[in-house]
């Protein structure tokens, strides 16, 4: 295979890659490690497997960009133009290609691996900077990227919104759903409503089967939106889809439904408990969720079992009553025959 870049306004090929280098291989050679490009196949276009053709392989463009970095072609091609490129891109779509859930693995593994500098963060994005800065702000993808010593170490949506939320926004229905829920408790409390926003969205991408999850009736809210966290906490505490609770979190998602139970000692511990709907929560002291139970409402049966008892009293004096009405009767057609 043939690896081209371009060289002023020429497409070469790039010498001392093998012919036979992964794709991975041509991008470290050609300065790149694994999480600082993706790759585009036009499957739409014919394709010869021949290695004497002039076939285009892939395209590998720069993370976060849609700047390619370089061709790969069949070994028998001898060369490349623009025109060429342009071609085998017709049906490139970059929101498709590179989405933000792509972007940001790309993100998590250069802060794991500790190799995105400063520098190049900004020359992908055009942004000015310092060595010494320790933020960077994108106004064209409105993310900040926070470093130290030189090197990525975190990053977030700048508008408070996470990835789950921004994904769930581009379809409308759903998102409006949580977004008005969440102001309809939290008012002009926009930090509230974020973190509302963000825990809902995010528990609806982990949620098994999404809205055909057989528990959603369980859950659901007056306006018809759905408290997609509780419904994984509740049921699938301890599994891969539900990663803890806060207390904290658990306010803000449950409202006015969240009612204080009591404090209570269990061993060294002490323990929150709150009830939300028919499920008791045990909080430590950091406020981490212990545990979610099921629990049955004890005190409707002791309200339907105190009517029966009522009921029964009633009837017993009714029979009472009936016993002396008959006695009185009976003594009264003895003394009328007596007379």
Same mark, same amino acid.
Request: with cysteine.
């Given at each position: 295979?043939?690896?081209?870049?371009?060289?002023?306004?020429?497409?070469?090929?790039?010498?001392?890659?093998?012919?036979?280098?992964?794709?991975?291989?041509?991008?470290?050679?050609?300065?790149?490690?694994?999480?600082?490009?993706?790759?585009?196949?036009?499957?739409?276009?014919?394709?010869?497997?021949?290695?004497?053709?002039?076939?285009?392989?892939?395209?590998?463009?720069?993370?976060?960009?849609?700047?390619?970095?370089?061709?790969?072609?069949?070994?028998?091609?001898?060369?490349?133009?623009?025109?060429?490129?342009?071609?085998?891109?017709?049906?490139?779509?970059?929101?498709?290609?590179?989405?933000?859930?792509?972007?940001?693995?790309?993100?998590?593994?250069?802060?794991?691996?500790?190799?995105?500098?400063? =520098? %190049?963060?900004?020359?992908?994005?055009?942004?000015?900077? #310092?060595?010494?800065? $320790?933020? +960077?702000?994108?106004? !064209?993808?409105?993310?900040?990227?926070?470093?130290?010593?030189?090197?990525?170490?975190?990053?977030?949506?700048?508008?408070?919104?996470?990835?789950?939320?921004?994904?769930?926004?581009?379809?409308?229905?759903?998102?409006?759903?949580?977004?008005?829920?969440?102001?309809?408790?939290?008012?002009?409390?926009?930090?509230?409503?974020?973190?509302?926003?963000?825990?809902?969205?995010?528990?609806?991408?982990?949620?098994?089967?999404?809205?055909?999850? =057989? %528990?959603?009736?369980?859950?659901?809210?007056?306006?018809? #939106?759905?408290?997609? $966290?509780? +419904?994984?906490?509740? !049921?699938?505490?301890?599994?891969?889809?539900?990663?803890?609770?806060?207390?904290?979190?658990?306010?803000?998602?449950?409202?006015?439904?969240?009612?204080?139970?009591?404090?209570?000692?269990?061993?060294?511990?002490?323990?929150?408990?709150?009830?939300?709907?028919?499920?008791?929560?045990?909080?430590?002291?950091?406020?981490?969720?212990?545990?979610?139970?099921?629990?049955?409402?004890?005190?409707?049966?002791?309200?339907?079992?105190?009517?029966?008892?009522?009921?029964?009293?009633?009837?017993?004096?009714?029979?009472?009553?009936?016993?002396?009405?008959?006695?009185?009767?009976?003594?009264?057609?003895?003394?009328?025959?007596?007379?």
């Amino acid at each position: 295979m043939n690896t081209y870049v371009k060289q002023g306004n020429q497409w070469v090929v790039k010498e001392g890659i093998s012919e036979d280098s992964s794709i991975n291989d041509c991008l470290l050679a050609l300065g790149y490690n694994h999480n600082q490009f993706y790759s585009y196949t036009n499957y739409n276009l014919p394709y010869s497997y021949d290695e004497n053709g002039d076939n285009i392989f892939n395209v590998c463009l720069k993370v976060m960009t849609e700047d390619i970095i370089c061709v790969m072609t069949s070994p028998g091609r001898k060369s490349l133009t623009d025109a060429d490129v342009q071609h085998y891109m017709q049906d490139f779509d970059y929101s498709l290609e590179y989405s933000l859930y792509s972007m940001e693995s790309d993100l998590d593994s250069a802060i794991d691996e500790h190799n995105y500098t400063i =520098q %190049f963060v900004a020359d992908t994005l055009g942004i000015p900077y #310092s060595p010494d800065d $320790k933020v +960077l702000y994108s106004s !064209k993808l409105k993310y900040n990227f926070f470093f130290e010593g030189g090197y990525l170490i975190g990053y977030e949506i700048a508008d408070g919104l996470n990835r789950e939320a921004h994904e769930l926004k581009e379809t409308g229905g759903l998102y409006n759903l949580i977004e008005s829920h969440a102001r309809n408790y939290h008012g002009s409390n926009d930090e509230a409503i974020f973190d509302e926003i963000n825990i809902q969205s995010k528990a609806f991408y982990n949620l098994p089967s999404g809205m055909q999850n =057989q %528990f959603l009736p369980e859950f659901a809210n007056a306006d018809g #939106s759905y408290n997609f $966290k509780m +419904l994984l906490v509740a !049921k699938y505490g301890g599994t891969e889809n539900e990663q803890g609770l806060s207390y904290e979190d658990c306010k803000c998602i449950c409202h006015n439904e969240l009612k204080f139970e009591g404090n209570y000692e269990e061993g060294l511990d002490k323990v929150a408990k709150y009830v939300y709907r028919e499920y008791v929560l045990s909080f430590d002291s950091k406020g981490s969720l212990l545990s979610c139970e099921y629990y049955h409402n004890t005190s409707t049966p002791k309200i339907e079992s105190s009517k029966n008892d009522t009921s029964k009293a009633s009837g017993s004096g009714c029979m009472v009553t009936l016993f002396f009405m008959m006695t009185g009767l009976m003594s009264l057609i003895s003394l009328i025959f007596v007379i």
